[in-house]
C-alpha cells in the first residue's frame, strides 16, 4: 500500500481534492475529522481541554470557537495543545491505515492540512499539495461564515507558504482551473503511484 500526504494551506480545495482521490479507490484519513472526534463529547481530548482550559468546554464537548479565542489570547498554548492531541491523532491513523490495509487498499491518503509544518511528509511514501491562486484561495476563505480578513491572516501565518509547499510536494494539483481539472489532475497521479506500486512489487 502507498501512502501520500495530502495538504494544502486554507482555501485551496485540499477537501474536495481527497474526495477525488477517494472516488478512484483511495482510503481517506481526514485528520481535521478526527480532531472533531476527539473534541466532540465522549472525545479524548474532552477531559484534557477541561483539565488546562476548563471554559472551552461546553455540553461536555470542546467548543472550538472559545478554544480559538484562547489560542489567540495565548498562543504558547498551541505547542502544548498539540502534544496532547498528535498522538491521539496517530493512533486513529494508525488503525485506519491497518484497516485500508486490510482490505487491500493500494493508496492510503493522509489528508493532513499541517502535513510539512508538523514532519508528517516523513511518514509518508509521496506527497500531494493542492494550490490555487492567492485571489480564489482569499475569496473562498471570506466566504466561509465568521471569517476576517485579520483572522485569514492568522491562519496563514501558522501555514508553511503555499510556493515552499510546491516546492517539496511529490505532485500538485491546481484546483484554481476548476473541478474537471482537478480531478482530471488527481486522476493521473493515481495512475502514477499505482504503476510506481506494480513496479516496486515485482521488485520486491
Known amino acids: ?15 474536495v481534492t481527497a474526495k477525488m482521490f477517494q472516488a478512484c479507490g483511495a482510503a481517506v484519513f481526514n485528520a481535521d475529522v478526527a480532531v472533531h472526534a476527539l473534541y466532540a463529547r465522549g472525545g479524548a481530548a474532552v477531559p484534557i481541554l477541561r483539565a488546562g482550559l476548563p471554559d472551552t468546554i461546553v455540553n461536555g464537548a470542546v467548543d472550538r470557537a472559545k478554544l480559538s479565542e484562547a489560542l489567540a489570547q495565548n498562543p504558547l498554548l498551541f505547542g502544548v ?8 491523532v496517530a493512533q486513529m491513523r494508525a488503525a485506519a491505515m491497518a484497516d485500508a490495509k486490510s482490505r487491500g487498499v493500494k493508496i492510503f491518503i493522509d489528508d493532513v492540512p499541517l502535513l510539512f509544518e508538523t514532519g508528517g511528509d516523513k511518514r509518508v511514501d509521496k506527497t500531494v499539495v493542492v494550490t490555487a491562486p492567492y485571489a480564489v484561495q482569499r475569496d ?11 483572522k485569514f491572516k492568522s491562519i496563514l501565518a501558522r501555514q508553511m507558504p503555499d510556493a515552499e509547499k510546491r516546492r517539496r510536494a511529490n ?10 481539472a482537478a480531478r482530471e489532475q488527481v486522476e493521473k497521479i493515481v495512475a502514477q503511484l499505482l504503476a510506481a506500486g506494480e513496479t516496486h512489487d515485482t521488485t520486491r
Open 1 to 15: 500500500m502507498i501512502t501520500v500526504g495530502l495538504t494544502g494551506s486554507i482555501g485551496m480545495g485540499k477537501t
Open 171 to 180: 505532485f500538485v494539483v491546481n484546483s484554481g482551473a476548476g473541478l474537471d
Open 81 to 88: 495543545l498539540e502534544s496532547f492531541i498528535h498522538p491521539l
Open 140 to 150: 473562498r476563505v471570506l466566504a466561509r461564515p465568521n471569517m476576517s480578513e485579520d
